[in-house]
């Protein structure tokens, strides 16, 4: 058995924006079952969509080097090569297995990899940053360079080997996975409808070309449409309520 110990870093999004966050570089580390390391794993990904520069500064990478870098089928079938047959996947938090999903979904590769995987944040109080400090343990390389971080992660992790004996898996939410990305965006377009005094419904919305970009980008198909409709019509009548029903009824 191999415990793969992974960070993620993001190329990010605007408050608003559409295009989902993408991972620009994994990091990890490789423990036998004595948890000792045994190999690393580093790569820079080249995202699909436009690069943020505030990220490029968070992380100390430049536009160059992503450019350069090979696309995230690619360095996924790299790094599945890395976990070898049996393993556990290990992280500093949930979101970076969701993330795993969300770009498997986007660049519309096999997810079925995806297994065994612990959140350790489970096990510590507060951010990697403050487990290690209260362990004691000075922090090795740069805070937000991925292989750095999961090697802090690892030596955590020998703190408390009975984690890599559990089975308190992480499952992805797909209606999250389906949904998160458009949630402001719908919540941005009913209150600018509610602010000139109109009824957006959920047909206007769907037609939008920013929203149909999304359903293009997320490679939605028709059932997980409807769970952003479902989302849709949460906050339309959290944010209409009776006035919403009185216009549907005059309407009708």
């Not at 580390?29 to 505030?54: A, C, H």
């Not at 109080?125 to 360079?145: C, I, K, N, T, W």
Request: with cysteine; aromatic share 14%; hydrophobic share 40%.
């Amino acid at each position: 058995m191999n415990y793969i110990v992974i960070d993620l870093e993001f190329n990010g999004r605007k408050h608003y924006d559409i295009y989902p966050m993408e991972i620009i570089e994994i990091g990890a580390v490789k423990l036998d079952e004595q948890l000792e390391v045994v190999d690393t794993f580093q790569s820079y990904i080249k995202p699909n969509f436009y690069i943020n520069r505030f990220a490029l500064q968070f992380c100390g990478i430049s536009k160059e080097t992503l450019q350069q870098s090979n696309s995230f089928s690619e360095v996924m079938e790299e790094f599945r090569a890395f976990c070898g047959e049996e393993y556990k996947l290990l992280a500093w938090g949930g979101g970076d297995f969701f993330h795993l999903f969300l770009d498997c979904k986007v660049n519309q590769q096999n997810n079925e990899w995806l297994v065994n995987m612990l959140d350790v944040t489970a096990f510590f109080e507060g951010g990697l940053q403050q487990a290690l400090a209260d362990h004691q343990l000075e922090p090795v390389g740069q805070h937000h360079s991925a292989l750095d971080d999961a090697l802090n992660t690892a030596r955590l992790l020998r703190l408390k080997p009975e984690i890599a004996a559990s089975t308190a898996y992480f499952v992805p939410n797909q209606f999250k996975l389906c949904t998160g990305g458009i949630k402001k965006w719908i919540t941005l377009s009913l209150d600018q409808a509610i602010e000139k005094e109109e009824l957006l419904t959920w047909k206007q919305f769907a037609d939008d070309d920013k929203v149909r970009t999304y359903f293009r980008i997320m490679r939605l198909v028709p059932e997980e449409k409807e769970m952003v409709k479902e989302l849709f019509n949460k906050f339309y009548h959290a944010k209409y309520g009776r006035k919403a029903r009185k216009t549907q009824q005059q309407l009708a």
